[in-house]
């Protein structure tokens, strides 16, 4: 007898994503190291000198910690309230901080004792940044006013009081020491300039303005709030360049890669989008278990830091491409010599080939057709996690019944359940090229067996219903293809060069100039 043939299920190719250069470079990275922190994780800095360390702003500390270790190298706790936006100076020596309290704090990095304490806030102190002379600290806070203090003096330089609601987020100009620009949530952004009296120029951002950023030329600034990311060129007084909405939440924060070709934003809606710098479409998506606050990315992109609200400090560390060869090597030498085991042997004249018998592992639903149990087969098929993410798989059982000659056994006999079942899969996947031609079969055969109890069941009717719309929504889809595919043609056609054909002089007048050259017929 012979032996029974397992179904063959078609490979169909996979309707994925496009796998692109940043696809390949962003998923480069582990598994991600996650550390809890005592609150929601509020800001994340990384030190601009090597070994990079990250400043983990949450709750009442700031925590250093490594660019591998996942135990804090340094705590600051000397903060009576929650602190706020901790920041690198240039040269990674000092820490500045901001606090619930008012109250502006700079750290030395090698200490815990606060260095200067800067007062004259009256309300929590949400933004903090040195200026790029390295002595003077930028701040902004909840009672609508930025300021500029002098570090070794600490006395206040330049206050401003232009914005009219709380700001909480700004950012110092690289290349000059005079400028820095804020964001508050009265929807505007104000670049100020020390050596003025007021700003030298207003934007606004239509939302409540969360995050900023320049960039490393400083004539192009980005800002994010509400579900906006936007892009303004400073150099045009402000001019507006793009506007992305590209998030279903709030955008909390922004970064740029290393080479500053991408944009990194992070949002409430649990995503840190990936955008190109030179057309600003999306080119990757990182999911995360909670809603983003903060984010980082280390020199090189060696590194993605994300802070969540849930007080979650997640790292992801890029893979060394020496420790992965390494790993690879060890497991394929044992496995290649035990393949390779009697490759070489060559059987002699004499000897007789004894030939092992290979055990034939069946799936559930082949058994069942190797004992006719087609309805039950069919069942199996149909299960939850089959049908759902291997439809190519009940597919081939359909197909495979209707080539027996017992598809309509197995879809007779069925109860409401198991014909709701069944329908659904059809609504899922009928109007899908790879499936078409064998469920659309399968769907006469189900409306000729069960035609005589519709109207019985509201759950078969109603699943019923559906199948109809969608086939005459695909119908209407298929016209309008058709008639989109005639209107192509037609101007195919009429964009090809036209071809003169040479004739003779009797086809061209059909006949008529041999007739006026011979004789003419007599008058009746």
Known sequence: MASFKPTKVQVYPKLGEKVTQDTLYWKNYKAPVQIKEFGAITNIDVSPVAPHNFAVTAFTRIHIYGAFSQEPVKTYTRFKDTAYCGRFRADGQLLVAGCEDSVVRLFDVSGKVALRMFKGHTKAVHVTDFTSDRYQILTGSDDYTCR???????????????????????????????????????????????????????????????????YPSEGLLVSAGGRYVKIWDLLKGGQPLVSLKNHHKTVTSLCLSSNGQRLLSGSLDRHV??????????????????????????????????????????????????????????????????????????????????????????????????????????DTALETWVRFRKPEVTVAVIKELDRRGTLKNALAGRDEQGLSQLLNFLVGNLVDPRFAPVLVTTAEMILDIYQSVIGQSPVVDRQLLRLQDLLEREIDYQQELLEVLGMLDTMFASSLPRKQVPCSAVSRSNGLAQREAGTQLPAT
Request: charged share 25%; net charge positive.
């Open 148 to 214: 500029l203090w002098d570090m070794p003096n600490t006395t206040e330089l330049n206050r401003y009081q232009e914005h009219t609601d709380y700001i909480r987020c700004g950012v110092t100009s690289k290349l000059n020491r005079d400028l820095f620009i804020t964001g508050s949530y009265d929807h505007t952004l104000k670049v100020f300039d020390a050596r003025m009296e007021k700003s030298v120029m207003t934007m606004d951002h239509g939302h409540p303005v969360e995050s900023l950023l320049l």
């Open 273 to 378: 989008k990936v955008y190109s710098t030179t057309n600003y479409k999306v080119v990757h998506n990182f999911d995360y278990a909670a809603s983003i606050l903060s984010l980082a990315l280390a020199p090189d992109d060696e590194s993605i830091v994300v802070g969540m609200t849930n007080g979650i400090l997640s790292m992801k560390h890029r893979k060394n491409p020496e420790d992965y060869k390494g790993v690879i090597q060890q497991r394929r030498r044992p496995s290649y010599r035990f393949f390779v085991k009697g490759k070489n042997y060559v059987p002699k004249q004499d000897d007789y080939l004894v030939s092992k018998p290979v055990k034939q592992h069946l799936a559930k639903y082949d058994k069942q057709l190797k004992k006719f149990n087609v309805s039950q087969a069919l």
